[in-house]
């Protein structure tokens, strides 16, 4: 299997831990997206989004959007499962998943900040502001159902590893990326922090890409 990603990518993040997760090889390839190269021909040939990942199992047409992909990997290798059986258990799951990867996520990507600096011309502090208020929009919804919600267990739905933590994590990593404050989150810091405890999430984690800053 092989797929496009990039090292900053919280949707390439979430696929790399479930693959690691699952123990399936993927040769990870990198796309640039500060330098535009999502936007080269070539690139959009493969996924006209211009979005990474972009992933191949076998030949024929990528998969693209990681929900998708991770419900993909999900069916080919059941096991370990990432998401619950029963199926309120499930649903949650899903739910808590959505909120990052369908409600905050697709507010902070490049291609979002660089439409609001350049289209409305806002400076880049007050664009920061913008992508800071998303995530602590989408956290304190994280926090406020997970602090409250019986569901909760070790883990974001229940003691088992679900799709849920991958996004969650993937969006706690952005934190400092964005320099978002983390206090206000205790329930979500604590389940990130005991996932990147976990050599399949903290191998997958950005910094520890090719092309992070050290
Ligand atoms: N909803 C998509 C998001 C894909 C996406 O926007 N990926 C970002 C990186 S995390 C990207 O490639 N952005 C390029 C851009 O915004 O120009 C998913 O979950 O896969």
Known sequence: MRMYGNWRSAAAFRVRI??????????????????????????????????????????????????????????????????????????????????????????????????????YDIPKDEMMGFVRHWFETGLKTLETRLAHEPGTGRYAQGDTISHADLCLVSLWV????????????PTVKRIAEDCLSQEAFAKAHPLRQPGAPA
């Open 174 to 185: 952005g934190t400092g990326i964005f320099g978002v404050e983390t206090a206000p989150y």
């Open 18 to 119: 479930a693959l690691n997760l699952k123990g399936i090889p993927c040769e990870e390839t990198f796309i640039d997206l500060d330098a535009g190269d999502q936007y080269k021909p070539d690139f959009l040939a493969i996924n006209p989004q211009a979005a990474v990942p972009a992933f191949f199992d076998g030949d024929g047409p990528p998969l693209t959007q990681s929900l998708a992909i991770l419900d993909y990997l999900e069916d080919i290798h059941p096991e370990p499962a990432l998401l619950p059986k029963e199926p309120r258990a499930r649903a949650r799951a899903r739910s808590l998943a959505q909120v990052v990867a369908c409600d905050t996520h697709p507010l902070y990507v490049p291609r979002v900040r660089n439409y609001l600096m350049s289209a």
